[in-house]
Structures are given as structure tokens and as C-alpha cells.
């Protein structure tokens, strides 16, 4: 069974920098999947951040795209967020997921999430 | 940038009844097309993908058709433990990039 488990600092101060990591199990992140993350705002909707495959490339939302970096470390089977300069708009609910790509169909789906970390950007 | 549009934001309905969301992307996705459902405090789960494809252990009352611009979504006989909020999400293989629609409440009358 796969598991995914967010963790990281919980308050992070305005113009700071906003770090998690997402401890995989049950599946490798050297496999044929790519790792996600997905915020949701207290009240609000989904927003994907990004994803990154076993060989280092990534998608970013090009809304976020200036202050993101996802990165892997197979050592520990963990992937990980990195967001910089954040404000009060960056407070939510950070999720990693399992994603399957298959580029020439054009599918891309997320299988597996981790349960979610709240993160409030605060002073 | 592929807009998504999901209709109603919200809805009340009975066990029992038939329940149908709409999707509609701003451009041709062929069938990039997937639901989610997510419970209150919980992480989304995958329901449907690639527009009509009933993900693994997923009960089949759940449904899901349409294919470019518009996809729709169904429940047969809604139950009580399908009171949730429902995403659509597309990939664009342009981009690339992954929007989710603004999602629909469904709850009971």
C-alpha cells in the first residue's frame, strides 16, 4: 500500500521560507510516477504547485513558478517544497500525491495523497 | 492558460437520487479529465480519471463521461457517505500544467 506523509514547520513568518517534505512508502520515487504537491487554501479549492519525476524535471505553476523548487532525495525516498518569499496568501493546507503521467495520451492523475499539513504564514 | 468551469457550486439532494456536476474546459483536453472527491477535512480521492475511467475500488455508482470541451459527472443513488466537495482537474499537455475546476458541495436536502 502506498503511503504518503507530509511534515514540516507548521508557521513560517512573512518573507520567509516555506519548507516540507514528503516521506514515500510503499513505492518507490525512482519508479515511473511523478511526485506532487497541492495546496488548498482554509475555505477554498485545490491549487496545483508542481511535480517532479526520478530524473529531476519538473512542472511548476507558472503562478508560483518564481518562488517554487521541488526536489528529490532517493537516499531517503522523500521528495520535497520549497517556497520562497511567502505572505499571508501562501497560508493552507499542503498536500504530496502520487501522480501517473503517460505523455503520449495525455493522462495525468493523482492516485495517492498524503493526509495534509497546514502551514499559516504568520509574525 | 485552460480555464475550468464547474457547475452548480452547489447542490442539496436526497439519498437515493441521481446527482449530475458538470466541467467545462475553455479549450479542447480530448479526455485529460479527471474527479475527485473530498471529504471534510480530508485529502481528495481519485474517482474518475481520464474522463470515464472508474479508478480501483471506487464504488460504480459513480460515473464519468464527455470528451473536449465539456465532461460530466454522475452519481447513481446518492448515499450518505457521498456528501463531499467534487473537483474536476485536466493536464494540459501544452503547458504543461494542472488546473482543477472551483468544485461542487453536494449535501443533503
Known amino acids: 500500500q502506498v503511503q504518503l506523509q507530509e511534515s514540516g514547520p507548521g508557521l513560517v513568518k512573512p518573507s520567509g521560507t516555506l519548507s516540507l517534505t514528503c516521506a514515500v512508502s510503499g513505492d518507490s520515487i525512482s519508479s515511473n510516477d511523478w511526485w506532487s504537491w497541492v495546496r488548498q487554501p482554509p475555505g477554498k479549492g485545490l491549487e496545483w504547485i508542481g511535480d517532479?519525476?526520478?530524473?529531476?524535471?519538473?512542472h511548476y505553476n507558472p503562478s508560483l513558478n518564481s518562488r517554487v523548487t521541488i526536489s528529490l532525495d532517493k537516499s531517503k525516498n522523500e521528495f520535497s517544497l520549497r517556497l520562497t518569499s511567502v505572505t499571508a496568501a501562501d497560508t493552507a493546507v499542503y498536500y504530496c500525491?502520487?501522480?501517473?503521467?503517460?505523455?503520449?495520451?495525455?493522462?495525468?492523475?493523482?492516485?495517492?495523497w498524503g493526509q495534509g499539513t497546514l502551514v499559516i504564514v504568520s509574525s | 492558460d485552460i480555464q475550468m468551469t464547474q457547475s452548480p457550486s452547489s447542490l442539496s439532494a436526497s439519498v437515493g437520487d441521481r446527482v449530475t456536476i458538470t466541467c467545462q474546459a475553455s479549450q479542447d483536453i480530448s479526455n485529460s479529465l479527471n474527479w475527485y472527491q473530498q471529504k471534510a477535512g480530508k485529502a481528495p480521492k481519485l474517482l474518475i480519471y481520464?474522463?470515464?475511467n472508474l479508478e480501483t475500488g471506487v464504488p460504480s455508482r459513480f460515473s464519468g463521461s464527455g470528451s473536449g470541451t465539456d465532461f460530466t459527472f454522475t452519481i447513481n443513488s446518492l448515499q450518505p457517505e457521498d456528501i463531499a466537495t467534487y473537483y474536476c482537474q485536466q493536464y494540459d499537455n501544452v503547458s504543461p500544467m494542472v488546473t482543477f475546476g472551483p468544485g461542487t458541495k453536494v449535501d443533503f436536502k
Open positions: 481520464d474522463a470515464s
Open positions: 517532479i519525476y526520478h530524473t529531476g524535471s519538473t
Open positions: 500525491a502520487r501522480s501517473q503521467f503517460y505523455y503520449g495520451s495525455g493522462s495525468f492523475f493523482s492516485d495517492y
